[in-house]
């Protein structure tokens, strides 16, 4: 066997030569995948027999690009030739000593081959497609609510820009030139479905712009004078695919940014995404060679280069990635990491987006980058009016607008908007099925006073149960009916509410979204929303949910015992009344029985499914409807836990409305009312004394009703026209000092005819007792076994919590065919 020859190469374009060993008896197909072999991995995508070798002799010198179809003279002192005979053997035209200091072989790409490692030749290929000039890239969101005024971003934005426990766009920008991970975290909208993510990430960039222009800084503001944004997107058209997967998350966020910046155009005429992310080598392509091109585009377009530049980059639906290719998202999130880091121009601001379930933690896990999480606040009711003064729809070609005095006075359309909870997607679409409703009146008139007749027609309980079944259609409520966990106050429809007198917090449900959750539930038998059913069963009084509901919570988030004070969470107790606890049963085992006969004037009593009930007193996992006609509507047993033993706690509600069912008149819920349900509690006083007589009775009032959604009001007192902050602490501090024993003792105190003389001023004169119209209020009597003697002399001297208690939930009834309050 002969000696091996070194041969110099240099592929056609570059400027850095690279020698290959080879026996001079091998052949020229030997030598291509011999060169292939040596320039891994920038000829990994090719074939070996794809390449085009040309034989010359060009003395070699450092760093000058070697072109083959611009060799000068000199270079051509001896005309290439074409090592085109894959047989023939390398000593034929190299003989066993090529010359030394010389470039021996032009190696050539096949023609139409990118260079995914040069900037020139992806310029140039990207070219070819590129969207026609002023024509937009395709937008994130083009739905219906697209043109909506963008409500609710201002904390979004203040968190990306200010930062939070990390750094914002403002301090990375003033360290641009530091590449530190813990100076460049990586933002990200992580929220529930429907949330706004993707129109927040479609708006950021100007709304990035506007907040630079407010600052003094003159560096910011022509910094982002210079701005540019691509949206990327992993969903709808550009959806992810095996080839995200099988190139690797660097190339395909890569290709994606090429595509966003180049190609996508909003009328959806571009070549695919899938089209490049096929691309043969495709994989060798980089973030940071993707910025080259780019950065090198925007200088060609007349760019100021004096000045930073800026490029806003927001990155869709990340979980679509994650849920096909966890492993490639890690890689995405790190090639986004990089751009983070760079300290060269352009300056990056990548935003990550997407839906979760779960800890946003378990999505980017394997990342070792920060992450800046923004919030994303629900609508308030004002918003939902606001987008609604706003709307334009148009019917025959004319344009119409929600009157001021609907808008604003049309009891209705406040309440649905109030059920759908400030989702911006379910917002969205309660007003185009509203519009599509309005469209199919006869006669749309012009003047506002018919035009607000004309909107009242419209079929609001039509537009909600016709977004009930939309929402239902789009949002897999099934999956979700499974676990409970803690959100924070930007993630879906879950608001986080603190409580002031706790360190808890309040979960708040729209109703529209819990009637959705709860239908979900229904054939699944172990989910905890199973206990919520009778919140939209039309056939049952909420209240008797509510009890188990409650009980059922408590149990499911790991409680075995709580205070009165957390049970009846919203009554006021005396200072001087027993701290009790009682136990909670296992949430599996509570249920609601509705009896036929009287209790506790029957000692066996039967329940609608024909079950015999004997022990109701030793029941501790069972919440009773009582028997028509009952002095008690119902009531509850639990173990009464103190320090010494374990006692029972009977609990007998009463059910009283403020609008019968069957009436249209309402009847204020005043002392008279109680007066009469607490002599029906004596009845049961009598009954229970004699079969018990070591129990001892404390007596109380709360009311299950709450109006608004936003109130945190320490009792229903801060609801009544012209009480405000002022008067509303006046009475509670006064109930502390001393209970009000009637009416007129209330009257007789000192701010009541400063309180009616406000209500006269502003046209309303109330009964002071009265609560909200269509309330329901709740009465409670305990009776417990109580051997301590100080304890029994507190329970009797005390009112159990007579002041109203806050709602739990709104007092609705209804299905999934979506009926209103």
């Given at each position: 066997?002969?000696g091996?020859?070194?041969?110099?190469?240099?592929?056609d374009?570059?400027?850095?030569?690279?020698?290959?060993?080879?026996?001079?008896?091998?052949?020229?197909?030997?030598?291509?995948?011999?060169?292939?072999?040596?320039?891994?991995?920038?000829?990994?995508?090719?074939?070996?027999?794809?390449?085009?070798?040309?034989?010359?002799?060009?003395?070699s010198?450092?760093?000058?690009?070697?072109?083959?179809?611009?060799?000068?003279?000199?270079?051509?002192?001896?005309?290439?030739?074409?090592?085109?005979?894959?047989?023939?053997?390398?000593?034929?035209?190299?003989?066993?000593?090529?010359?030394?200091?010389?470039?021996?072989?032009?190696?050539?790409?096949?023609?139409?081959?990118?260079?995914?490692?040069?900037?020139?030749?992806?310029?140039?290929?990207?070219?070819?497609?590129?969207?026609?000039?002023?024509?937009?890239?395709?937008?994130?969101?083009?739905?219906?609510?697209?043109?909506?005024?963008?409500?609710?971003?201002?904390?979004?934005?203040?968190?990306?820009?200010?930062?939070?426990?990390?750094?914002?766009?403002?301090?990375?920008?003033?360290?641009?030139?530091?590449?530190?991970?813990?100076?460049?975290?990586?933002?990200?909208?992580?929220?529930g479905?429907?949330?706004?993510?993707?129109?927040?990430?479609?708006?950021i960039?100007?709304?990035?712009?506007?907040?630079?222009?407010?600052?003094?800084?003159?560096?910011?503001?022509?910094?982002?004078?210079?701005?540019?944004?691509?949206?990327?997107?992993?969903?709808?058209?550009?959806?992810?695919?095996?080839?995200?997967?099988?190139i690797?998350?660097?190339?395909?966020?890569?290709?994606?940014?090429?595509?966003?910046?180049?190609?996508?155009?909003?009328?959806?005429?571009?070549?695919?995404?899938?089209?490049?992310?096929?691309?043969?080598?495709?994989?060798?392509?980089?973030?940071?060679?993707?910025?080259?091109?780019?950065?090198?585009?925007?200088?060609?377009?007349g760019?100021?280069?004096?000045?930073?530049?800026?490029?806003?980059?927001?990155?869709?639906?990340?979980?679509?990635?994650?849920?096909?290719?966890?492993?490639?998202?890690?890689?995405?999130?790190?090639?986004?990491?990089?751009?983070?880091?760079?300290?060269?121009?352009?300056?990056?601001?990548?935003?990550?987006?997407?839906?979760?379930?779960?800890?946003?933690?378990?999505?980017?896990?394997?990342?070792?980058?920060?992450?800046?999480?923004?919030?994303?606040?629900?609508?308030?009711?004002?918003?939902?009016?606001?987008?609604g003064?706003?709307?334009?729809?148009?019917?025959?070609?004319?344009?119409?607008?929600?009157?001021?005095?609907?808008l604003?006075?049309?009891?209705?359309?406040?309440?649905?908007?109030?059920?759908?909870?400030?989702?911006?997607?379910a917002?969205?679409?309660?007003?185009?099925?509203?519009?599509?409703?309005?469209?199919?009146?006869?006669?749309?008139?012009?003047?506002?006073?018919?035009?607000?007749?004309?909107?009242?027609?419209?079929?609001?309980?039509?537009?909600?149960?016709?977004?009930?079944?939309?929402?239902?259609?789009?949002?897999?409520?099934?999956?979700?009916?499974?676990?409970?966990?803690?959100?924070?106050?930007?993630?879906?429809?879950?608001?986080?509410?603190?409580?002031?007198?706790?360190?808890?917090?309040?979960?708040?449900?729209?109703?529209?979204?819990l009637?959705?959750?709860?239908?979900?539930?229904?054939?699944?038998?172990?989910?905890?929303?199973?206990?919520?059913?009778?919140?939209?069963?039309?056939?049952?009084?909420?209240?008797?949910?509510?009890?188990?509901?409650?009980?059922?919570?408590?149990?499911?988030?790991?409680?075995?015992?709580?205070?009165?004070?957390?049970?009846?969470?919203?009554?006021?107790?005396d200072?001087?009344?027993p701290?009790?606890?009682?136990?909670?049963?296992?949430?599996?085992?509570?249920?609601?029985?509705?009896?036929?006969?009287?209790?506790?004037?029957?000692?066996?009593?039967?329940?609608?499914?024909?079950?015999?009930?004997?022990?109701?007193?030793?029941?501790?996992?069972?919440?009773?409807?009582?028997?028509?006609?009952?002095?008690?509507?119902?009531?509850?047993?639990?173990?009464?836990?103190?320090?010494?033993?374990?006692?029972?706690?009977?609990?007998?509600?009463?059910?009283e409305?403020?609008?019968?069912?069957?009436?249209?008149?309402?009847?204020?819920?005043?002392?008279?009312?109680?007066?009469?349900?607490?002599?029906?509690?004596?009845?049961?006083?009598?009954?229970?004394?004699k079969?018990?007589?070591?129990?001892e009775?404390?007596?109380?009032?709360?009311?299950?009703?709450?109006?608004?959604?936003?109130?945190?009001?320490?009792?229903?007192?801060?609801?009544?026209?012209?009480?405000?902050?002022?008067?509303?602490?006046?009475?509670?501090?006064?109930?502390?000092?001393?209970?009000?024993?009637?009416?007129?003792?209330?009257?007789?105190?000192?701010?009541?005819?400063?309180?009616?003389?406000?209500?006269?001023?502003?046209?309303?004169?109330?009964?002071?007792?009265?609560?909200?119209?269509?309330?329901?209020?709740?009465?409670?009597?305990?009776?417990?076994?109580?051997?301590?003697?100080?304890?029994?002399?507190?329970?009797?001297?005390?009112?159990?919590?007579?002041?109203?208690?806050?709602?739990?939930?709104?007092?609705?009834?209804?299905?999934?065919?979506?009926?209103?309050?």
């Open positions: 066997m002969t091996e020859i070194t041969i110099f190469c240099i592929i374009g570059e400027s850095t030569a690279f020698p290959v060993r080879i026996p001079p008896t091998k052949t020229v197909d030997e030598l291509k995948k011999a060169i292939k072999k040596e320039y891994e991995p920038d000829l990994d995508y090719l074939s070996a027999k794809k390449l085009n070798l040309y034989y010359l002799s060009i003395p010198a450092p760093k000058r690009q070697i072109m083959l179809n611009y060799l000068t003279i000199e270079e051509r002192s001896k005309e290439p030739e074409e090592l085109d005979d894959a047989t023939s053997e390398i000593s034929e035209f190299f003989g066993t000593a090529p010359p030394k200091k010389t470039i021996n072989v032009i190696v050539q790409r096949p023609l139409g081959a990118v260079i995914w490692t040069n900037t020139s030749s992806i310029l140039a290929l990207v070219k070819q497609y590129e969207r026609l000039i002023g024509t937009k890239q395709a937008p994130l969101v083009t739905s219906f609510g697209s043109e909506f005024p963008l409500c609710r971003r201002e904390e979004t934005l203040d968190v990306l820009w200010n930062g939070s426990c990390y750094n914002g766009v403002f301090e990375r920008f003033k360290n641009r030139k530091k590449s530190d991970k813990g100076l460049n975290p990586i933002p990200l909208l992580a929220c479905p429907g949330t706004g993510k993707s129109r927040s990430l479609q708006e960039g100007g709304m990035l712009r506007e907040k630079a222009n407010s600052y003094g800084d003159q560096s910011i503001k022509s910094a982002f004078s210079n701005m540019v944004s691509i949206n990327i997107c992993y969903g709808n058209g550009t959806a992810v695919s095996q080839f995200d997967n099988k690797g998350g660097d190339a395909s966020i890569a290709v994606r940014l090429l595509y966003g910046y180049f190609i996508s155009n909003k009328d959806s005429d571009s070549k695919p995404v899938d089209f490049f992310l096929q691309k043969e080598g495709i994989n060798l392509l980089s973030v940071s060679r993707a910025m080259e091109v780019i950065h090198a585009d925007i200088i060609r377009r760019t100021p280069t004096n000045n930073p530049i800026v490029l806003v980059i927001s990155i869709d639906e990340v979980n679509h990635l994650h849920n096909a290719y966890p492993g490639t998202l890690r890689e995405v999130a790190n090639a986004i990491g990089k751009l983070s880091l760079r300290t060269i121009e352009p300056f990056c601001i990548p935003i990550m987006a997407g839906t979760i379930q779960g800890p946003i933690e378990e999505m980017l896990m394997g990342s070792t980058y920060r992450i800046l999480h923004l919030p994303l606040p629900l609508l308030t009711d004002d918003d939902v009016i606001e987008i003064r706003r709307l334009p729809p148009t019917i025959d070609g004319k344009a119409l607008h929600l009157t001021e005095d609907y604003k006075h049309d009891i209705l359309l406040h309440r649905s908007i109030a059920d759908i909870g400030g989702v911006p997607r917002v969205e679409h309660f007003y185009e099925h509203f519009v599509n409703r309005l469209k199919k009146l006869k006669k749309i008139p012009d003047k506002d006073e018919k035009l607000t007749e004309c909107l009242r027609n419209v079929d609001i309980m039509a537009v909600m149960q016709s977004l009930a079944v939309r929402l239902d259609t789009l949002y897999p409520f099934g999956n979700y009916v499974e676990f409970m966990t803690p959100v924070v106050e930007w993630q879906g429809p879950f608001l986080l509410e603190r409580a002031e007198e706790h360190d808890i917090y309040h979960i708040r449900i729209p109703y529209l979204w009637v959705l959750l709860i239908s979900a539930s229904y054939s699944q038998s172990e989910s905890p929303l199973k206990y919520w059913t009778a919140f939209i069963d039309p056939k049952q009084d909420v209240s008797w949910a509510g009890w188990a509901l409650r009980l059922c919570l408590f149990s499911y988030l790991g409680k075995q015992t709580v205070s009165l004070q957390e049970l009846f969470a919203g009554a006021e107790f200072p001087e009344f701290e009790f606890k009682v136990e909670i049963p296992e949430h599996r085992n509570v249920t609601v029985h509705q009896l036929l006969e009287m209790s506790p004037n029957h000692e066996i009593a039967k329940d609608v499914d024909g079950k015999e009930h004997t022990n109701f007193l030793q029941e501790f996992h069972k919440i009773f409807v009582n028997g028509k006609g009952a002095p008690a509507d119902g009531y509850m047993q639990l173990r009464l836990q103190n320090r010494r033993d374990i006692a029972s706690l009977c609990l007998f509600c009463q059910m409305w403020a609008e019968e069912k069957d009436s249209k008149t309402s009847s204020p819920i005043n002392q008279k009312t109680i007066e009469k349900e607490i002599e029906k509690i004596a009845e049961v006083n009598e009954v229970l004394k079969r018990c007589p070591s129990l009775c404390a007596f109380g009032i709360f009311s299950n009703r709450q109006i608004a959604p936003k109130a945190n009001l320490r009792s229903h007192t801060f609801m009544m026209p012209a009480v405000g902050e002022k008067i509303c602490k006046e009475i509670v501090s006064e109930r502390k000092k001393r209970r009000f024993e009637d009416e007129d003792d209330f009257k007789k105190r000192p701010w009541f005819n400063f309180l009616m003389g406000r209500a006269a001023r502003v046209g309303t004169l109330i009964d002071p007792m009265t609560p909200t119209e269509g309330a329901a209020s709740l009465f409670l009597q305990a009776h417990a076994h109580i051997h301590d003697p100080a304890q029994q002399a507190r329970l009797r001297n005390n009112h159990f919590g007579d002041s109203l208690m806050k709602a739990c939930c709104s007092n609705h009834s209804s299905s999934l065919n979506y009926t209103t309050r």
